[in-house]
């Protein structure tokens, strides 16, 4: 049957691959953009205004400033701040937007990114979507302000999903566009201990999960979902899955170790825990509902991104 999409986020890499997907199926896609320049697009104007389109019955939210960017403006308070700001408010105010636009029209479902930073780093716990939230860091707070922001308690009638997104990997993702480059050439290796626990997902399965949970047969309980592969791994391993994924050459003086206090100089003290700290996430409501990965394996992920591009570095 086809269904009328609304995607916010939609010129993003999660956001391009689930309209593909859904254009490819037979769905109907508008996607929400700050400048709309065709038929398919809708402003943020008018639905603040007006509303979502009246025909609108399955609403996905991606959108979301990279909290990974890179900047040497961002050593200087001002910047950084101002920065941080957008960070938040890319995710909870356009998502407050949305749901206030969602109370007037009858939706089928509403299904908002979030991420696996809602739960605390460790190096010891496995996490499931039944773990409680701890108040942890900013990193924490961030995502359980925007998993707030989606909750819609009065609309029973609306299968809504929070999607705990692990790190995205694709050709283009920007987890993998930063790793290629060292790793190419034998010199990318882990940052710190590399103990760390990175829980990751291919984005087929992104896309994939999307589709599944929108399936009338689905059993997978609304909330939050954690949409990470089965296999966590740690830093280390990452790396160098990685590096033979690319047949990266063996070096006498690599790889090198990214020290910590880089990491932090880089990216500040409270985002550089997204490379020093990390979480073991298991998709529990996914297993439980018998949804099969595409790519539950790390080494396999790499190969099917490597095998699409196996010389070039990726690029936007």
Same mark, same amino acid.
């Given at each position: ?33 700050? +400048? ?58 356009? +998502? ?27 190096? +010891? ?192």
């Amino acid at each position: 049957m086809s269904l009328n999409f609304l995607i916010a986020g939609g010129t993003g890499l999660i956001g391009k691959a689930i309209s593909a997907h859904l254009l490819s199926a037979g769905h109907t896609v508008k996607v929400v953009t700050r +400048t709309p320049k065709s038929n398919n697009h809708v402003s943020w104007d008018s639905i603040k205004s007006s509303g979502l389109p009246p025909s609108t019955q399955v609403v996905i939210n991606t959108t979301g400033r990279s909290i990974g960017e890179v900047n040497p403006l961002f050593c200087l308070p001002g910047p950084y701040k101002q920065y941080i700001e957008e960070v938040f408010s890319s995710r909870i105010d356009t +998502t407050k937007i949305l749901v206030k636009a969602a109370q007037s029209i009858s939706l089928k479902a509403f299904i908002n990114a979030s991420a696996v930073g809602f739960y605390k780093p460790s190096l +010891t716990e496995t996490f499931t979507e039944a773990a409680a939230y701890e108040d942890h860091d900013m990193i924490t707070r961030l995502v359980k302000e925007w998993e707030l922001a989606a909750q819609m308690p009065e609309r029973k009638d609306i299968k809504q999903y929070q999607l705990r997104l692990g790190v995205v990997l694709a050709e283009n993702s920007n987890f993998v566009k930063s790793l290629y480059p060292s790793h190419r050439v034998g010199l990318g290796g882990p940052v710190a201990s590399g103990r760390q626990w990175i829980s990751w997902i291919h984005l087929d399965d992104v896309v994939r999960i999307v589709q599944y949970l929108l399936d009338p047969e689905s059993s997978v309980p609304v909330g939050p979902v954690n949409a990470t592969a089965p296999f966590a791994c740690r830093q280390e391993a990452v790396s160098k899955a990685f590096s033979e994924a690319v047949n990266a050459p063996s070096l006498p003086f690599g790889p090198i170790r990214t020290p910590a206090f880089v990491a932090k100089l880089i990216l500040g003290s409270d985002r550089s825990t997204l490379l020093l700290e990390g979480q073991r996430v298991v998709p529990k409501k996914l297993l439980d509902a018998g949804f099969n990965f595409k790519y539950p394996r790390l080494e396999d992920a790499l190969e099917a991104i490597f095998q699409r591009r196996p010389t070039s570095v990726p690029t936007d």
